[in-house]
């Protein structure tokens, strides 16, 4: 139970698709402690969710994106993620001991 509290607190805070795109253990672009360029990220999941694109109904920010984004570091090992700036952008490292995100979430 306590488990389904912790999700559905967290699909509150951010949105039941972004829930449902970084719970997919196919999509294969969400690793732990490795720098991820956060613009990808929001292409990634703009392009597989059209509705929150610049033109659609649930049109999303790249700020709100990356706050959701470091919700999910929290959501996902407990722990803040590390942000900074290189010169592809802005990067996220998810702070844990382990090999991808999701393994947490099953």
Do not use: C
């Amino acid at each position: 139970e306590w488990k389904n509290l912790k999700v559905r607190k967290f699909q509150s805070e951010t949105d039941f698709h972004f829930y449902k795109w970084v719970s997919d253990p196919y999509n294969g672009i969400m690793q732990y402690n490795s720098a991820i360029q956060m613009n990808v990220l929001w292409q990634h999941f703009i392009d597989e969710n059209p509705d929150f694109g610049p033109y659609g109904k649930l049109k999303i920010s790249q700020v709100k994106f990356y706050d959701w984004l470091k919700a999910y570091a929290v959501f996902s090992t407990g722990e803040e993620s590390t942000e900074g700036r290189n010169k592809h952008g802005k990067y996220i490292i998810f702070n844990k001991n382990g090999t991808t995100a999701i393994e947490n979430l099953v």
